[in-house]
């Protein structure tokens, strides 16, 4: 069975620090990474995906992937009280659905 | 523009009920997944949408679930004979085509709970 596994947290940063969040997939032949922000009762928002190893950066937000360690992970830096949410992390393997792992829970104080 | 819409947006519906979700997805994508979120399983995969098609349904949990796609636009999953464990949010996404290396947008949900 195809697994993503998260930290449920909450992780807790103070604003204007930088959050880490991680994820670790189960599946060697996972193709695309995607991270979602999901705020209370809304629906999840897609910050990026990542399907290279390395960096992809898009303004405040970093994502990571190294395939051999099957480790992805999302930087958020300058964390706002607004970036509070449940992070999603997905995985997209040889079919087209999301593997979705069960979130963490970012908390970023003022 | 405008991105995947669903309604209702909230059901409540009796045990042994069938319920229908609707869902729009945003202009010119022409895949469609549906998901659903349940406090205690996370967010899982139900079935997946090319077109009018269904190539995975694999992630249906019963055949008491079905969904369709007409006219490779609007999608609606029926529910038969409701149980309590079909309470969840029902989420759909679609995106410009099938694969792994396209964004998937999702909707608003629709909250379905079963008395």
């Known amino acids: 069975q195809k697994e993503v596994e998260q930290n449920s947290g909450p992780l807790s940063v103070p604003e204007g620090a930088i959050a880490s969040l991680n994820c670790t997939y189960s599946d060697r032949g996972s193709q695309s990474f995607f991270w979602y922000r999901q705020y209370s009762g809304k629906s999840p928002e897609l910050i990026m995906f990542i399907y290279s190893n390395g960096d992809k950066e898009d303004g405040r937000f970093t994502a990571q992937l190294n395939k051999a360690s099957q480790y992805v992970s999302l930087l958020i830096r300058d964390s706002q009280p607004s970036d509070s949410a449940t992070y999603l992390c997905?995985?997209?393997?040889?079919?087209?659905?999301?593997?979705f792992g069960g979130g963490t829970r970012l908390m970023v104080k003022p | 523009g405008a991105g995947v819409s669903q309604s209702p947006s909230n059901k409540v519906t009796e045990k042994g009920k069938d319920v229908e979700l609707r869902c729009d997805p945003i202009s010119g994508h022409t895949a469609l997944y549906w998901y659903r979120q349940s406090l205690g399983q996370g967010l899982e995969f139900l079935i997946y949408f090319q077109g009018n098609s269904a190539p995975d349904k694999s992630g249906l949990p019963s055949d008491r679930f079905s969904a369709e796609r007409t006219g490779g636009s609007v999608s609606t999953l029926t529910i038969q004979r409701t149980q309590q464990e079909d309470s969840a949010v029902y989420l759909c996404a679609s995106s410009l085509v099938g694969g792994a290396f396209y964004e998937q947008y999702f909707g608003p949900g629709t909250r379905l709970t079963v008395t």
């Open positions: 997905a995985v997209c393997s040889a079919g087209n659905m999301l593997t």
